[in-house]
């Protein structure tokens, strides 16, 4: 992990953290918005137009954040109209590394220095490239999945709305939940330097699956009846617990598999169309056990565990 300040690349993963050894987020600079005529969304400028072959995605197989744009990119069948670039497994001293890029850039940085040449701060996937106007239109996924779910409904003719105006308000509890207990909750873990950080960030995360698995036992969904993107939003963590987190980021009390409602739950929605192609196992663990030397210095790879969710078992 590493950042840009004045105009260079900074080999440092720890920028976010606090005083007490807390993992801190940074939150992302980049917030405009595609919308079907080009107005102005909920925050940033306007002139981003929903059209065919104008956008781009870049993004890591290994990232949770950015495999929820690559879901949504699936579910609402705007493959053929936003491309896709999938950045090297492992993130170094340069952070992530292009194998395939729009604008023949090697890193990452180098695509945000493009866009703002005063650019400061983490550099992050996922990015939403604009090809006719060469800038990033988001780096924040809980916003681009929105975009996706609705912006381009008008050209695709796919309608399914996973964030519907009735249930929004639930929607979004249920999200603040899950993201600071689960889907940040792992990192918090993971990245904790102090004993006290680790336990905290431990149990905040195993009460919070446990409150899901509470939920799923009585409902399908977490809002109830209907898929929304409160699941995808899990969904991304649940899928790299077992293989990942358990292990390498110490959030080891049980695993998925030992959550009947949970694995239940995690095994459909992985079945549902399009959905086993965003995932990529190898890729994550490469990254995670590769990547972070200061938890992992060795960058041994285990061979397991054996996944049931990909249905092998």
Same mark, same amino acid.
């Given at each position: 992990?590493? !950042?840009?300040?004045?105009?260079? =690349?900074?080999?440092?993963?720890?920028?976010?953290? @606090?005083?007490?050894?807390?993992?801190?987020?940074?939150?992302?600079?980049? +917030?405009?918005?595609?919308?079907?005529?080009?107005?102005?969304?909920?925050?940033?400028?306007?002139?981003? #137009?929903?059209?065919?072959?104008?956008?781009?995605?870049?993004?890591?197989?290994?990232?949770? =954040?950015?495999?929820?744009?690559?879901?949504?990119?699936?579910?609402?069948?705007?493959?053929?109209?936003?491309?896709?670039?999938?950045?090297?497994?492992?993130?170094?001293?340069?952070?992530?590394?292009?194998?395939?890029?729009?604008?023949?850039?090697?890193?990452?940085?180098?695509?945000? !220095?493009?866009?703002?040449?005063?650019?400061?701060?983490?550099?992050?996937?996922?990015?939403?490239?604009?090809?006719?106007?060469?800038?990033?239109?988001? *780096?924040?996924?809980?916003?681009?999945?929105?975009?996706? *779910?609705?912006?381009?409904?008008?050209?695709?003719?796919? @309608? *399914?709305?996973?964030?519907?105006?009735?249930?929004?308000?639930?929607?979004?509890?249920?999200?603040?939940?899950?993201?600071?207990?689960?889907?940040?909750?792992?990192?918090? %873990?993971?990245?904790?330097?102090?004993?006290?950080?680790?336990?905290?960030?431990?149990?905040?995360?195993?009460?919070?699956?446990?409150?899901?698995?509470?939920?799923?036992?009585?409902?399908?969904?977490?809002?109830?009846?209907? !898929?929304?993107? %409160?699941? =995808?939003?899990?969904?991304?963590?649940?899928? +790299?617990?077992?293989?990942?987190?358990?292990?390498?980021?110490?959030?080891?009390?049980?695993?998925?598999?030992?959550?009947? %409602?949970? @694995? +239940?739950?995690?095994?459909?929605?992985?079945?549902?169309?399009?959905?086993?192609?965003?995932?990529?196992?190898?890729?994550? #663990?490469?990254?995670?056990?590769?990547?972070?030397?200061?938890?992992?210095?060795?960058?041994?790879?285990?061979?397991?565990?054996?996944?049931?969710?990909?249905?092998?078992?």
């Amino acid at each position: 992990m590493g !950042l840009l300040q004045n105009g260079q =690349w900074v080999d440092r993963w720890y920028d976010t953290k @606090s005083g007490q050894g807390e993992f801190k987020r940074q939150a992302s600079r980049f +917030r405009h918005w595609v919308t079907p005529d080009g107005s102005a969304g909920p925050t940033g400028q306007g002139g981003f #137009k929903a059209e065919a072959d104008r956008y781009h995605l870049y993004v890591s197989l290994a990232c949770p =954040w950015a495999h929820r744009t690559l879901i949504f990119r699936a579910l609402k069948d705007l493959q053929s109209f936003i491309g896709v670039s999938v950045v090297n497994p492992v993130m170094l001293e340069h952070g992530w590394e292009l194998d395939d890029s729009l604008n023949g850039t090697q890193y990452l940085y180098e695509l945000y !220095l493009l866009a703002d040449p005063d650019y400061e701060g983490r550099v992050t996937v996922p990015v939403l490239w604009d090809k006719k106007l060469k800038t990033i239109v988001s *780096n924040e996924s809980a916003e681009i999945i929105r975009m996706f *779910n609705s912006a381009f409904d008008h050209l695709t003719g796919n @309608s *399914n709305d996973y964030y519907p105006p009735p249930m929004r308000e639930m929607i979004n509890e249920i999200n603040d939940r899950v993201y600071h207990g689960i889907n940040n909750g792992v990192y918090r %873990a993971g990245f904790a330097t102090t004993q006290q950080a680790y336990e905290s960030a431990f149990n905040d995360l195993f009460d919070t699956l446990d409150w899901v698995e509470s939920l799923l036992q009585i409902k399908p969904y977490l809002a109830g009846d209907r !898929l929304t993107e %409160a699941d =995808w939003r899990l969904f991304t963590t649940l899928i +790299r617990f077992d293989a990942v987190y358990y292990g390498h980021f110490k959030t080891n009390r049980q695993r998925i598999s030992d959550y009947p %409602a949970i @694995s +239940r739950y995690l095994n459909e929605l992985f079945q549902i169309k399009g959905i086993s192609d965003t995932v990529d196992i190898d890729h994550i #663990k490469t990254h995670y056990y590769v990547s972070h030397r200061q938890i992992n210095p060795t960058g041994i790879v285990p061979v397991g565990p054996e996944l049931i969710f990909i249905g092998q078992g």
